[in-house]
Protein backbone atom coordinates (compact mmCIF):
# COMPACT_ATOMS: atom_id res chain seq x y z
CA UNK A 1 0.00 0.00 0.00
CA UNK A 2 0.68 3.69 -0.17
CA UNK A 3 0.41 6.98 0.73
CA UNK A 4 0.07 10.11 -0.68
CA UNK A 5 -1.38 13.59 -0.06
CA UNK A 6 -5.14 12.19 -0.04
CA UNK A 7 -4.16 9.74 3.18
CA UNK A 8 -5.03 10.46 6.38
CA UNK A 9 -3.20 8.25 9.32
CA UNK A 10 -4.83 7.87 12.44
CA UNK A 11 -3.35 4.88 14.92
CA UNK A 12 -0.74 2.35 15.04
CA UNK A 13 -1.12 -0.37 17.58
CA UNK A 14 1.88 -2.20 17.25
CA UNK A 15 0.40 -4.59 14.86
CA UNK A 16 -2.39 -2.70 12.66
CA UNK A 17 -2.40 0.61 10.98
CA UNK A 18 -5.24 2.50 10.31
CA UNK A 19 -5.94 5.13 7.93
CA UNK A 20 -8.47 7.26 5.78
CA UNK A 21 -8.35 7.51 1.73
CA UNK A 22 -9.68 10.53 0.16
CA UNK A 23 -10.27 8.58 -2.97
CA UNK A 24 -12.41 11.27 -4.80
CA UNK A 25 -14.17 14.74 -3.23
CA UNK A 26 -17.21 12.58 -1.94
CA UNK A 27 -15.88 9.14 -1.01
CA UNK A 28 -13.53 8.04 1.49
CA UNK A 29 -12.52 4.71 2.71
CA UNK A 30 -11.34 3.71 5.98
CA UNK A 31 -8.42 0.83 5.72
CA UNK A 32 -6.52 -1.00 8.14
CA UNK A 33 -3.33 -3.39 7.50
CA UNK A 34 -2.35 -6.25 9.64
CA UNK A 35 1.75 -6.33 9.92
CA UNK A 36 1.66 -9.65 11.15
CA UNK A 37 -0.63 -11.07 8.09
CA UNK A 38 0.73 -8.53 5.28
CA UNK A 39 -3.36 -8.06 5.23
CA UNK A 40 -4.98 -4.69 3.80
CA UNK A 41 -8.63 -4.72 4.61
CA UNK A 42 -11.60 -2.34 3.87
CA UNK A 43 -13.12 -1.10 7.27
CA UNK A 44 -15.71 1.64 6.17
CA UNK A 45 -16.85 3.35 3.19
CA UNK A 46 -17.88 7.06 4.45
CA UNK A 47 -19.83 9.58 1.62
CA UNK A 48 -20.22 13.18 2.49
CA UNK A 49 -23.23 12.42 3.93
CA UNK A 50 -21.53 10.32 6.59
CA UNK A 51 -19.99 13.32 8.15
CA UNK A 52 -16.64 14.00 9.15
CA UNK A 53 -14.66 11.44 11.05
CA UNK A 54 -11.91 12.37 13.72
CA UNK A 55 -9.28 10.46 16.24
CA UNK A 56 -9.95 6.85 15.09
CA UNK A 57 -8.24 5.02 17.82
CA UNK A 58 -7.59 1.17 17.59
CA UNK A 59 -8.93 -0.94 20.80
CA UNK A 60 -8.91 -4.45 20.38
CA UNK A 61 -11.20 -5.31 17.83
CA UNK A 62 -12.74 -2.38 17.43
CA UNK A 63 -11.96 1.07 16.64
CA UNK A 64 -13.37 4.26 18.81
CA UNK A 65 -13.87 7.02 16.82
CA UNK A 66 -15.44 10.95 17.03
CA UNK A 67 -18.16 11.65 14.17
CA UNK A 68 -19.32 15.03 13.25
CA UNK A 69 -17.17 16.86 16.62
CA UNK A 70 -19.92 15.54 18.91
CA UNK A 71 -20.24 11.81 18.64
CA UNK A 72 -18.56 9.12 20.01
CA UNK A 73 -19.11 5.99 17.97
CA UNK A 74 -17.40 2.31 18.02
CA UNK A 75 -17.22 -0.29 15.27
CA UNK A 76 -16.79 -3.86 16.09
CA UNK A 77 -14.95 -4.80 13.50
CA UNK A 78 -15.44 -8.49 13.24
CA UNK A 79 -18.88 -8.00 13.37
CA UNK A 80 -18.95 -4.65 11.64
CA UNK A 81 -21.98 -3.01 13.85
CA UNK A 82 -21.84 0.47 14.88
CA UNK A 83 -22.49 1.59 18.16
CA UNK A 84 -22.57 5.42 19.67
CA UNK A 85 -20.78 5.42 23.07
CA UNK A 86 -22.17 9.45 24.26
CA UNK A 87 -23.62 12.72 22.23
CA UNK A 88 -22.65 16.13 22.88
CA UNK A 89 -26.14 17.81 23.54
CA UNK A 90 -25.54 21.05 21.53
Known amino acids: FEF ?3 SVPFDFDGRKLLWMDYESKK ?3 IY ?3 IQK ?3 SELMDLKNSDGLIYHMKIFRNKIVYVKNTKEVVVLDTE ?3 HKTL ?5
Open 86 to 90: GKANN
Open 27 to 29: KRV
Open 32 to 34: VYD
Open 38 to 40: EEK
Open 79 to 81: TAD
Open 4 to 6: DNN
